[in-house]
């Protein structure tokens, strides 16, 4: 973010610094280290090395809280060397047009349609593209390093390695699922084990809430786009996991032979509120 010159004099005298690697913890859930950052105006501009030309900005509102950096010091030099687990590297942050370009790109190749595929982003990193999860999960489509590893991702911290990789992702589970959009998104949270076990969307509470999210949000793009969507969502079926209903809109992640009809969510109902809840999911 750039300021004029006598704007940023000002600000300059309300940053705040730390001088010690730490964690940002974000309020959804997601943590991202940094060797030091600065408040400025709005925003915390956390610098992913000690120098000043890598960083990434992030709303202030958006950081829960600080933590330091427990990660092991290096041994002293009589200490035989332990085995140390490589970190992907942190990117540069991509301008919002990069990382849209970057979407389209990944869509048009594995014809999901990219405001579905920003709907997980938001879910899963809230568009944090360096993010890490308490339980491993990166990057924007917070894949594991498992399934990175997989998908033939590298650098999970990589925005286009990581877009590219979790929507071949849900590609896969889409076509495993039969266009299915509530049970492929289950799967990306919980796991196909959870899912196949379960014959739909497991009983926990995280999965199901994190199902709703994404398709009132995909659906509120979609009605935005073409309101007519909202009257066409009368058609109905239940759902295989917990007996709710939901609308039918054409707007939705493609099939590579036609245009995909799959199950979205009905405006204004919450599929978490509908089902009982159940245990947190442990699955990132």
Do not use: W
């Not at 960083?55 to 002293?76: C, G, V």
């Not at 995280?206 to 793009?221: G, H, M, P, S």
Request: charged share 20%; with cysteine.
């Amino acid at each position: 973010m750039k300021f004029p010159g006598k704007v940023a004099m000002v600000l300059a005298a309300g940053v705040t610094c730390a001088s010690a690697s730490d964690l940002a913890i974000l309020r959804n859930g997601n943590s991202i280290r940094s060797e030091r950052h600065e408040v400025v105006g709005a925003v915390t501009r956390l610098y992913l090395s000690q120098s000043s030309s890598g960083y990434i900005e992030i709303p202030s509102d958006q950081i829960e809280r600080f933590e330091k950096d427990t990660s092991p010091l290096p041994a002293p030099a009589n200490t035989p060397a332990q085995p140390v687990v490589a970190r992907p590297q942190a990117q540069q942050a991509l301008t919002r047009e990069g990382l849209d370009q970057v979407v389209n790109g990944a869509g048009e190749r594995h014809q999901i349609d990219p405001d579905f595929i920003n709907s997980v982003i938001r879910a899963e990193s809230g568009f944090q593209q360096n993010a890490v999860s308490k339980k491993g999960a990166q990057g924007l489509m917070q894949l594991m390093p498992g399934t990175a590893s997989q998908l033939g991702v590298r650098n999970t911290l990589d925005p286009n390695a990581n877009v590219e990789g979790g929507t071949k992702y849900l590609r896969e589970l889409l076509e495993k699922y039969n266009y299915d959009v509530p049970k492929a998104l289950a799967a990306y949270n919980a796991g196909s084990k959870r899912v196949d076990q379960y014959h739909g969307i497991p009983p926990y509470h995280e999965t199901q809430a994190y199902v709703a999210r994404i398709i009132r949000d995909f659906n509120k793009k979609k009605i935005a786009e073409n309101p007519a969507l909202a009257r066409q969502g009368k058609a109905k079926r239940p759902n295989s996991a917990s007996g709710t209903q939901h609308s039918v809109a054409s707007a939705t992640p493609s099939h590579p032979s036609k245009s995909a009809s799959a199950p979205t969510h009905k405006a204004g109902t919450s599929l978490a509120n509908s089902v009982p809840k159940g245990p947190q999911t442990a699955s990132r």
